[in-house]
T-cell receptor, first 114, second 114 residues
Framework: ELKVEQNPLFLSMQEGKNYTIYCNYS?????LYWYRQDPGKSLESLFV?????AVKQEGRLMASLDTKARLSTLHITAAVHDLSATYFC??????????????FGQGTILTVHP | EAQVTQNPRYLITVTGKKLTVTCSQN?????MSWYRQDPGLGLRQIYY???????DKGDVPEGYKVSRKEKRNFPLILESPSPNQTSLYFC?????????????FGQGTRLTVV
């Protein structure tokens, strides 16, 4: 059974600092998705990582995927208050009866303060 | 505008009173699914559908039913709601399985069962 674990689950950052959110998963998958959720809102797609070594950047966020290590990182550079949100990684199941199902991490609640 | 629409957005109901949460997408997507979101648990899949008249259980199907009579609609039915079904529910759709395409999420339905 695929398990996806994020850490940390809570992250309080000062503006201007850098930090990384980690997403580990337990079975083989060569793709991974990152989503952002603002309080009371839906999930917004941030990054689609489709192969080993994939790196994508959007503004102050950069995501990478290492399929051999079964690890994805979401790096935050020079955090600003607008980045405060909950971030989820999600991994599609690659086989068996759950083929194609998305399994989510628990989410990382990020708070950026002055 | 391409979107996934859920209704209602907020619902308070009493134990045992049947309810339906509707989900509609206008993107001609084949794949649709329902998730529930609970603090610290991320999103967990309830049911999914790969096409019209094809549905299957996700991780937490107990107490829920679905139907897929038309491609665009995928309602979630709670025949006899209980307080442990109080949660935030999301409908999602995609072109194919999540192995190949990212998911688009509805706005969410916050359900409270008293």
């Amino acid at each position: 059974e695929l398990k996806v674990e994020q850490n940390p689950l809570f992250l309080s950052m000062q503006e201007g600092k850098n930090y990384t959110i980690y997403c580990n998963y337990s079975t083989t998958s060569d793709r991974l998705y990152w989503y952002r959720q603002d309080p009371g809102k839906s999930l917004e797609s941030l990054f689609v990582l489709l192969s080993n070594g994939a790196v994508k950047q959007e503004g102050r966020l950069m995501a990478s995927l290492d399929t051999k290590a079964r690890l994805s990182t979401l790096h935050i550079t020079a955090a600003v208050h607008d980045l405060s949100a909950t971030y989820f990684c999600a991994v599609p199941n690659a086989g068996g009866t759950s083929y194609g199902k998305l399994t989510f991490g628990q989410g990382t609640i990020l708070t950026v303060h002055p | 505008e391409a979107q996934v629409t859920q209704n209602p957005r907020y619902l308070i109901t009493v134990t045992g009173k049947k309810l339906t949460v509707t989900c509609s997408q206008n993107m001609n997507h084949e794949y649709m699914s329902w998730y529930r979101q609970d603090p610290g648990l991320g999103l967990r899949q309830i049911y999914y559908s790969m096409n019209v008249e094809v549905t299957d259980k996700g991780d937490v199907p107990e107490g829920y039913k679905v139907s897929r009579k038309e491609k665009r609609n995928f309602p979630l039915i709670l025949e006899s709601p209980s307080p442990n079904q109080t949660s935030l529910y999301f409908c999602a759709s995609s072109w194919g399985s999540f192995m190949n395409t990212e998911a688009f999420f509805g706005q969410g339905t916050r359900l409270t069962v008293v």
